[in-house]
């Protein structure tokens, strides 16, 4: 491909991620208008197209020269080990089955990460034009604009997004928390986009987020935005399975509880 971003190496590493999730999305975006071959992984739901690649890569080509001593991680095979210490983790299209459905509610994102956790992360909608960014000493924005801190609310006057896919519920050990979860809910969301509903999160638009087995691109970009945003976040093993769980303090803490008990 003959595209190629410009960006200075002496740009900050949350202006980095910004032009990154952005670039990467209105890319997406032209070659979606344009037609697509659309590939399948682990079933049908589980799809991959040209955008993906096309987009990882350039992703990844950038990365390599501005920030060339740090580590890359991406969903569709992007790798390089860095010496940094620090990981670039990379969903150049989240939401796929979405994406190629013609649905509005796909993004980029991107999370950097280091020995200590995430630092930051960063989610661009092309949809709405909407961009999130969020880390460790750096509030939530969204478009540039701080969000407020999320304020408490009970679970039961929450919407929880999730997302578990339909083979998965034959497991009892998997069925059986989800049940106990939404049974605790106001009302349940499924979307299709994990970076997506995080950042619906973080802005109060939706009230927790509950999922097992999610993949670092699918989660640490959110985790980002969540906890800058004044959101809490937590991994949980129960029952052979690693539970993702996001949203406001008290509501998490209420869908813990269910969980743990279940």
Not at 152 to 170: G, N, Q, V
Request: one cysteine or more; aromatic letters at 6%; charged letters at 20%.
């Amino acid at each position: 491909m003959s595209v190629e971003w410009n960006v200075e190496p002496s740009v900050s590493d949350a202006e980095l991620a910004v032009f990154l999730v952005t670039s990467a999305g209105s890319l997406a975006s032209r070659m979606r208008d344009e037609g697509l071959r659309t590939d399948f992984k682990t079933s049908i739901s589980d799809v991959v197209t040209a955008a993906d690649r096309a987009a990882e890569e350039l992703v990844m080509q950038t990365l390599r020269r501005v920030r060339p001593d740090d580590g890359i991680l991406g969903e569709e095979g992007a790798a390089h080990t860095g010496r940094s210490g620090r990981t670039w983790v990379i969903d150049p299209v989240d939401g796929t089955y979405n994406f190629v459905s013609g649905l509005a509610y796909w993004c980029s994102a991107l999370a950097l990460r280091d020995q200590d956790g995430v630092v930051l992360g960063a989610v661009h909608q092309p949809s709405s034009g909407e961009t999130w960014l969020g880390g460790r000493d750096l509030p939530t924005t969204l478009d540039g604009k701080q969000l407020e801190p999320l304020a408490d609310r009970p679970l039961a006057e929450c919407s929880m997004a999730t997302y578990i896919h339909p083979t998965t519920l034959t497991d009892p050990d998997v069925l059986q928390p989800w049940l106990a979860m939404v049974a605790g809910v106001a009302t349940p969301r499924l979307f299709g986009s994990g970076s997506m509903d995080l950042s619906s999160v973080a802005t109060g638009r939706i009230g927790v987020w509950a999922q097992h087995s999610t993949a670092e691109w699918d989660w640490l970009p959110g985790q980002a935005i969540v906890e800058a945003a004044g959101g809490r976040t937590a991994v949980v093993h129960h029952r052979g399975h690693r539970w993702h769980i996001a949203g406001n303090p008290l509501a998490v803490e209420q869908l813990l509880q269910r969980l743990q008990a279940s």
